[in-house]
């Protein structure tokens, strides 16, 4: 039996992944809270349904780019058993009308060594997402003896998870940027709510974004839960949805992070990678004016990269400026066609999650 499982950051050389599907993916219905982590000019707003059948394989496409890409370095490929979607689904205390989709990965499954773990989402939509990826997990566990399959506890996402009226439909970009910097979200602090993707691992350290998909109770929970490891909460004041780590703050290799120029930790946040002399760099201008349609994501998506190892990156195809800055901060650039994508959820972090990068759990902050 052979270990399969094995992922303490993002830039050790990467052996195994998951990569996303688009297929049956739906935009989900309004449920508590979409509106305020939907941004405000989306064209997505009070629409849901199947999502275009014609972008559901153009995106698919794009996701087979990125398999052909990392195949040819190596890497080994799986992907998870979609669902169809478009059911409805209850539990004791909710009910919703769909479920969404199996993309992002990332924002579902958190590896921290040889343990995967499905994550709490405070999306009642995504509720059951987890089990596109079991059939995966299945397989790790009979494969590999040291594989821990984890669960967190289940949120229960009753009405009492989230802040009613919290946004008025009129409320300002330089409302919503008070409430950032006064670290006062959408989820409440009932139980422990998070997505995966809000979380940055460094070894020793994990970074965790308190935004609108991540609350202080989860930074609680994963204390106790690892005790030996360090939990850094991280709020970046200039982010007016702040959802998910990886297109703010991105690290290349030991050292260098790439940082979303709108989007700089707050008070006293850096001190920690000063004092360990790691150099934070803004990241280069998207080359985008605008996201793709029917998507939920910024532009910024463009610094969303997947490290192979630490001088390899792959970098959205189009992504021009980011592609030159990769390059000067001495990185070996991999262009991959993968922008139509995005509607479903992210970028090339986004799209896959970790099974295997060769490495040790080290500490980078001692
Ligand atoms: N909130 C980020 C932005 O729009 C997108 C993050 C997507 N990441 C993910 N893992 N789904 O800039």
Known sequence: MAKIVNS????DPLKRVIVGRCDNSMIPPEEPATSEKVPVDSEMRGMWGLRPLRTV????????????AVEERGVVVDRPTPLQWNQAIGTPDFRNDSMMTCMPPRDILLTVGNEIMASANSFRCRYFEYLAYWPLMKQYFDEDPEFLWTQAPRPRLTDASYKHNYYDEKITLEERLVRTANKDFVTTEVEPMWDAA?????GKDIFIQH??????????????YYPEYRIHAMNFPGDPYPIHIDATFVPLRPGLIINNPHRHPAEGQRDIFEANDWQIVDAAQPAHDEPPALCYSSVWLSMNCLVLDPSTVIVEASEVNQQEQMDQLGMNVIPVDL?????FGGGLHCST????????CLDYFP
């Open 8 to 11: 303490w950051n993002d830039w």
């Open 339 to 343: 922008r139509d994508a995005y509607p």
């Open 57 to 68: 394989e153009r995106g698919n496409e794009c996701l087979e780019n990125l398999v052909k």
């Open 353 to 360: 999650a970790d099974v295997y990068r060769e490495g040790e």
């Open 198 to 202: 809000d979380l940055m691992r460094m």
């Open 211 to 224: 935004g609108l998909t991540t609350n202080r109770t989860a930074m609680e929970w994963f204390q106790r």
